[in-house]
């Protein structure tokens, strides 16, 4: 019996001051995970929509570089390749080449800013891409999209054209615009006429 009297327990206030020092801790720690998670889903989207004009740019420069020749308009880029010849016809081998003194109008393909039905010459966000009469829609968000032709802007005989995207986040989302601007694209099949 002397032993459990000489034992003291923790009084009311060494027990309220240590609720107190865990709820601070424990809050510290909830706001630093909260913070890190806003954080992580901003970069997140910032990632996402630069990706998306990347994306887009990526598909518009792969077809600029085979041009013969281009057509820059505003939010409407129209791009011909040369004609492609078939060295070997009567035999079933895949075997062309470019005749680059010729436009091949018929595989021509034109990337534009539209709405959602496609519809070239309407308003809209989404970058869509017509080639043989087939569209589909290459990227979303696309707020813009400028061509001009490159070193000088009003000369349609150049043989490189400077495009510049810019792709907006999500409505919810925290990320800024992004701008993937004067990337100057040599085309490999111009043709000087």
Known sequence: MIR?????????????FSIAALAVVLITVASMMIGSLRCY????????????????MQRIVNDVREARQVTAATN????TPPLKVDRSPKQNVDDYYYDRTKLDTASQVTYYLSNTGGTIGATGTYL???QNGRTYIVAKSIS?????????????NSK?????IH???DATSKATQTRLTERVVYMRNYYAH
Request: hydrophobic residues 35%; negative net charge; charged residues 35%.
């Open 4 to 16: 459990a009297r000489n034992r003291r327990g923790f009084t009311l206030i060494e027990v309220s």
């Open 144 to 156: 813009d999209l400028e061509c001009v032709y490159f070193p000088d802007d009003t000369d349609p």
């Open 160 to 164: 490189a054209v400077k495009i510049t």
């Open 167 to 169: 792709a907006d986040p």
């Open 76 to 79: 409407q880029l129209t791009v």
């Open 128 to 130: 869509w891409r017509l």
């Open 41 to 56: 889903r901003r970069e997140e989207d910032q990632t996402r929509t630069d990706m998306n004009a990347v994306m887009a």
